[in-house]
């Protein structure tokens, strides 16, 4: 098969447009990976050309051997959908999780994304936790979220709180929470390393003044994660926007009750009182 044709490179091309159509993707911002599953790595393999062996710059022994579907550094999510040859890469892990090459895609040059290592850690925390079941990883320069990382405290407690406040299905969605990490020089192995431990506990990892990270096991339960805590954020600051004291809003309680009904375990260290709304 060819791999334009196969339904996971398909599915990954209409995320990432659907990103750039959100407006999270200015210029090069964001990126996307994808762990793909052996059965379609056999259907597509026979387009594979290896390049010569990179070092990721990290260590993710629990990734050898693993094929990803990623965007390119330097790439535009506003011509993946036009030129994904151009745009996207697969690359391989070697056996011990220390290089990667590619074997398909950045046909005019490239090579994956700058934030490779941080995708890479993520997807190998999100493996282990999830018995493989996790396969996307996510970060989109969301507006609103940016935003929100001017004016509220750097904590996962508040960020958590504050955003499940704004719709009723934040909770729902994003039961575990979302993880903050301060300002740090992106593209490393520093900024992955505080990610990744993120991701231990949350789908969601906030990057202060800079984006968000989200996990999930395909497109569209990861699309749609990122798109509720950024819609979320976008109210937040119209409410800030309006008048910084809210009248009223959803309580502690109200979140116990949701909780009971929906079935969901809401850590009560996001339930705290407050001193106001
Ligand atoms: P890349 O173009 O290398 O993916 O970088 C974009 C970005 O958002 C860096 O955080
Ligand atoms: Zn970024």
Redesign the pocket.
């Known amino acids: 098969m060819k791999v334009l044709d196969a339904e996971f490179v398909q599915g990954f091309i209409r995320m990432a447009n659907d990103g750039w159509e959100q407006g999270w993707h200015e210029r090069?911002?964001?990126?996307l990976t994808y762990r793909i599953k052996d059965e379609e790595v056999e259907s597509i393999k026979e387009n594979f050309n290896p390049g010569e062996w990179q070092p990721i710059g990290t260590t993710v022994s629990n990734l050898a051997g693993e094929y990803f579907l990623t965007?390119?550094?330097?790439?535009y999510f506003r011509n993946v959908i036009l030129d994904p040859e151009d745009s996207l890469g697969i690359a391989e892990i070697d056996e011990k999780g220390e290089n990667y090459r590619v074997v398909w895609g950045f046909v005019n040059g490239g090579r994956p994304?700058?934030?490779f290592p941080s995708h890479l850690m993520n997807h190998e925390v999100k493996k282990l936790a999830t018995g493989g079941k996790y396969r996307v990883i996510y970060?989109a320069?969301t507006t609103n979220i940016i935003a929100l990382t001017f004016v509220l405290p750097l904590s996962d407690e508040v960020f958590t709180r504050e955003l499940w406040e704004m719709a009723t299905e934040c909770p729902v969605v994003f039961p575990s929470g979302i993880g903050v990490v301060p300002w740090m020089v992106?593209?490393g192995r520093d900024i992955a390393v505080e990610t990744s431990k993120l991701m231990k506990k949350y789908d969601l990892a906030i990057?202060a003044h800079?984006?968000m990270f989200a996990a999930g096991e395909d497109f569209d339960l990861t699309f749609g994660l990122m798109h509720t805590a950024e819609k979320s954020a976008e109210i937040l600051v119209k409410v800030l926007s309006m008048n910084p004291h809210k009248l009223q809003t959803i309580t502690p309680d109200d979140f116990r009750h949701l909780a009971k009904d929906f079935n969901v375990n809401l850590p009560e260290e996001f339930l705290y009182e407050k001193k106001t709304l």
Not at 28 to 31: C, L, R, Y
Not at 71 to 75: A, H, L, M
């Open positions: 090069n911002g964001g990126n965007t390119g550094s330097g790439k994304t700058s934030e970060h320069h992106p593209g990057w800079h984006g």
